[in-house]
């Protein structure tokens, strides 16, 4: 017979070996989020022997500060000058034009003195005998030969419909230059005064009426020391086909 001890002792160990049998394995730790080292290290090769060098180790990267581009600034600050400038600028060119001067040969036909750019003359000579052209128009002289230049003399009298007069002694014929470049005319004038200087910002637009002369034949209207200029469009007064 067996003795009652064995027995027990039989039974405890089948019991011990059942309850070794249904023990759930302990849970595994994962590593560190990001890091595998220290003890963590050591039960993960424990647990995962092969697979350590094949699992990647993030590790999140420190958020990038946000920083301004230089260049931008400026750039920035750049436009924000030409901006700033754009008025004085705008300012300057208008001060500059207003403080601009021209200079203008006066001469007198009949009671009026008249202007003209001095940037327009060639010379003044005396009046001298014309070669008339048949069929010009009655504003037009004749012509003469300038050192073997021949050209028109225009009547200031007549072109600008004051009517005739006496020659006197003070008749110039002033040399210009066509608008056009081709060639010279001589315009008649019952005398040639001055030359004056007047600013361009203060020279007005023709009024809408002139008496005893076509509005088409002025550019402006000038001042100098009281007196008024009537500031001739040469282009318009020497074209022949304006009547």
Known sequence: MMDIAEIRKKAQREREGRREAVRPE???????????GGDD??????????????LPVCIPSPATPVISDPLTIILEGRKAAL?????????TETAVEAERELE????????EVYGID????????????????????????GVVSLRGIIIPIFVMRERLG????????????IVV????????????????????????????HPP?????????????????????IILLNLEKVLDSSLS
Do not use: W
Request: aromatic share 4%; proline share 7%; glycine share 8%.
């Open 26 to 36: 302990p849970p595994l730790r994962e590593p560190a989020a990001g890091v595998v």
């Open 162 to 173: 004051l009517g005739a007069a006496e020659c006197g002694t003070k008749e110039r014929v």
């Open 41 to 54: 290290a050591e039960l993960y090769d424990e647990f995962f022997p092969q697979e350590v060098s094949c």
């Open 83 to 91: 901006v700033a400038d754009i008025l004085p600028a705008a300012a």
């Open 208 to 228: 809408a009426v002139l008496d005893g002369i076509d509005r088409e034949f002025v550019s402006g209207i000038g001042r100098n020391e009281g007196r008024i």
């Open 177 to 204: 230059k066509r608008a056009d470049g081709d060639g010279l005319c001589g315009i008649l004038v019952d005398e040639v005064t001055q030359v004056v200087r007047i600013a361009a910002g203060s020279v007005e």
């Open 118 to 141: 001095i940037m327009e003359l060639k010379e003044i000579i005396k009046p001298r005998e014309t070669t008339e052209i048949p069929h010009a128009p009655p504003f037009i002289a």
């Open 104 to 111: 203008v040969i006066c001469f007198r036909v009949a009671d």
